[in-house]
C-alpha cells in the first residue's frame, strides 16, 4: 500500500459543550442525570427506557456540531498539489485508526493545536507526538494552528513588550518553554496560514530531506528552539475552494469566508493572530456549488468566521450574490448586530439564513464601552426585532463579571434580554447564552494599564476586581437566569426539522421555566414538558 503523505490529528478529544460546567449546570435541567436537551426530551416522551437513550444522546451532539474545517481545508490543498491525507478526526477516540495508518506508513504527521483549550489539552497534544513516536521514532511530527499562534503571541509579549501582558507566559499552550517536553515534536509551524509550508515539509520528508532549509518552523532539537528564517506565505483564500462533491453530506458544512476580525474587544484573545483578509464572492460561491444534498433535501452550512460580517456592505453583496446565482442552502454565521436593518435582515433570509450568531455580551452601555465592543444596546436588540420580523432566528452571548459589572448593570442586561422577541410575540426562535467572564492572558484586558484601571488581578477563571470577583460573577450568572423572562439559554442540540418555530419557543421556553422552577425549590412539571414535546 502506498504511504499517506500526511496523517492529521484534527483534534485531541472530542468536543465539549463551551463555558464552565460547574457554573452553567444550574441553568440547564437534567432528568435522571441526564441533560435535557430535545432528542432526550423526545425519547424520553416516547417510552424509550433509559438506558437505550444514551446512545441516541451521543449520535445526537456528534451530529450538532460542524466537523472541523482545518483537516478538509487541508486534505483539499493537498490534493489539489497530488498529496495524498489520512485525516485521524479525534486523537482520544481513534487511536486505533492512528496505529493502523502509521503501521501502513506515512510521510509526515500533522498535530492540530486549534481546539486545545488549556494546559491539559497541551499535554494530550505532547502525549499524541509521544504515541506517534512509539510506533514510528523516524517520522516527522509537525504541529500547528491557533495554539501555536497564541504560544508564538506570548513568547513576543514577554520578549518585546514595554507595558507586558502580565501573565503572558502563563498563556494556553505553553510551547517553546522547554524543549525536553517537546522531544517528540519534530517542529511547529509559525506561519499564519501554514499551507506551503505544510507541503514543503511533506515533500521534504519523501526525499529524505531535512527540515532545517523550511521557512517558518521553529525546529526542536536537543540544544533548544532553533528558528528557520522567516518569509511571507501566500494567501490561498480564493484560490482553494473546497470541493466537498468528494466527500459525503455534512450535517452542518464549514465554510470559510475570510479571516481575522478588525475590531479589539478587549475580552477576546484572539485579536491580532491572524491577518482580516477576506474571499472573493466568487470562490465562496464555487465552493457552496459543490455542497451535496442531505437525506432530507437541505443543504446546512455554518461561515467559521469570527465575524461574517466585515461591514453591511459586504454582508449584502454575499445575500444578494447567494439570491442571484440560486444557491440554495440554509445557513447560519457570526456576525455584528450594528450591520444589521431591515434591508439586510430581508436579503439574509431570502439567502438562506437561519440564524445570526451575535456576540452582544452585555445590555448596559458603560460595560459595552468597558469591552470596547463599540456596540450601543437599543440598536442591538432593534437588530434582533429586524431579524425576528423576518423569521431568523438568533443566539445571543453574554459575558457575565466584566470590569464594571455590578448588580445594577445586570439588571439592565436581565432587561435587554427579556425584551428579546420570545412566546407568541416572536416569529423565529431566540436563545441567549451566558459566559462567567475570564481573564485570558492574550486579551486587551490583561495589559497592565488595564488591570491597574480596574483594579483586576488572577487569571483565567480565578479574578476579582474593583466591583466584582470569580465567586460572584458565577452567582450572577444563576441569578441572571432566573431574572430573565423571555427567551431561553441554549443547550447544544439541533431543533428537528419538523418543528415549528411557534412549538420550539413553547418547549424551550417551558423547559427554561422547569429548571427555574427547580431551582427555587418547587417540584417541577416534567410531564407537561413532555407533554409539549410530543404536542
Not at 7 to 23: C, F, N, W
Not at 507 to 524: H, W, Y
Amino acid at each position: 500500500m502506498k504511504p499517506h503523505d500526511l496523517i492529521l490529528v484534527s483534534t485531541l478529544t472530542p468536543p465539549k459543550d463551551a463555558g464552565e460546567p460547574a457554573v452553567y449546570a444550574p441553568l440547564r435541567l437534567s432528568v435522571h442525570g441526564i441533560p435535557a436537551v430535545i432528542p432526550f426530551l423526545q425519547a424520553l416522551a416516547a417510552g424509550t427506557p433509559l438506558q437505550e437513550i444514551a446512545s441516541r444522546l451521543q449520535a445526537a451532539a456528534s451530529s450538532y456540531r460542524s466537523p472541523v474545517l482545518t483537516a478538509f481545508y487541508l486534505s483539499d490543498f493537498l490534493r489539489r498539489h497530488g498529496k495524498t491525507t489520512k485525516v485521524i478526526p479525534c486523537y482520544a477516540t481513534d487511536k486505533e485508526t492512528l496505529r493502523e495508518a502509521l503501521l501502513d506508513g506515512a510521510h509526515v504527521v500533522g498535530i492540530s493545536s486549534t481546539w486545545i483549550a488549556d494546559d491539559a489539552g497541551v499535554e494530550q497534544l505532547r502525549e499524541a507526538a509521544s504515541y506517534v513516536r512509539s510506533i514510528d521514532p523516524e517520522i516527522p511530527i509537525v504541529v500547528g494552528g491557533v495554539g501555536v499562534q497564541k504560544a508564538l503571541r506570548a513568547k513576543t509579549l514577554e520578549e518585546t513588550s514595554p507595558d507586558g501582558r502580565l501573565g503572558a507566559q502563563s498563556a494556553v499552550p505553553p510551547f517553546f518553554s522547554d524543549p525536553s517536553v517537546d522531544a517528540p515534536i519534530s517542529a511547529f509551524v509559525l506561519g499564519s496560514s501554514g499551507e506551503d509550508t505544510l507541503l514543503h515539509i511533506i515533500e521534504a520528508a519523501r526525499s529524505r530531506r531535512p527540515l532545517g532549509d523550511i521557512p517558518n518552523l521553529s525546529l526542536v532539537t536537543a540544544g533548544g528552539y532553533r528558528r528557520t528564517p522567516e518569509s511571507e506565505e501566500p494567501c490561498h483564500l480564493d484560490d482553494n475552494p473546497i470541493d466537498w462533491s468528494l466527500y459525503p453530506p455534512q450535517p452542518e458544512t464549514p465554510v470559510r469566508m475570510g479571516t481575522g476580525c478588525p475590531h479589539h474587544c478587549r475580552f477576546c484573545d484572539f485579536t491580532g493572530l491572524y491577518p482580516t483578509r477576506q474571499r472573493s464572492l466568487e470562490s465562496v460561491i464555487q465552493e457552496l456549488k459543490t455542497l451535496a444534498p442531505l437525506p432530507d433535501g437541505s443543504r446546512r452550512v455554518v461561515f467559521t468566521d469570527d465575524n461574517l460580517g466585515a461591514s453591511r456592505a459586504h454582508l449584502m453583496a454575499l445575500a444578494k450574490r447567494l439570491i442571484g446565482e440560486r444557491v440554495q442552502i440554509s445557513w447560519r454565521a457570526f456576525l455584528r448586530a450594528d450591520v444589521v436593518d431591515a434591508d439586510l435582515a430581508a436579503a439574509l433570509k431570502e439567502s438562506g439564513c437561519r440564524e445570526c450568531l451575535l456576540g452582544i455580551e452585555s445590555g448596559h452601555p458603560d460595560i459595552l464601552k468597558n469591552m470596547k465592543k463599540q456596540l450601543d444596546p437599543d440598536r442591538a436588540l432593534m437588530a434582533i426585532r429586524r431579524l425576528d420580523d423576518v423569521g431568523i432566528g438568533t443566539l445571543n452571548t453574554f459575558i457575565v463579571g466584566f470590569p464594571g459589572e455590578t448588580a445594577a448593570t445586570l439588571e439592565t442586561t436581565a432587561q435587554f434580554l427579556s425584551a428579546i422577541p420570545h412566546g407568541d410575540t416572536a416569529n423565529a426562535v431566540h436563545r441567549y447564552y451566558l459566559f462567567r467572564f475570564q481573564v485570558a492572558p492574550l486579551a486587551g484586558i490583561s495589559t497592565r494599564s488595564l488591570r491597574d484601571r480596574f483594579g483586576l488581578s488572577g487569571m483565567w477563571q480565578e479574578w476579582s476586581h474593583k466591583t466584582m470577583n470569580s465567586e460572584e460573577a458565577a452567582l450572577a450568572v444563576r441569578d441572571l437566569f432566573l431574572s430573565v423572562r423571555g427567551p431561553s439559554h441554549a443547550y447544544w442540540e439541533l431543533i428537528p426539522e419538523d418543528w415549528s418555530a411557534a412549538k420550539a419557543r413553547r418547549v424551550l421556553e417551558a423547559r427554561d421555566q422547569v429548571q427555574k422552577t427547580a431551582l427555587g425549590g418547587a417540584t417541577p412539571d416534567i410531564k407537561g414538558l413532555l407533554a409539549l414535546t410530543l404536542s
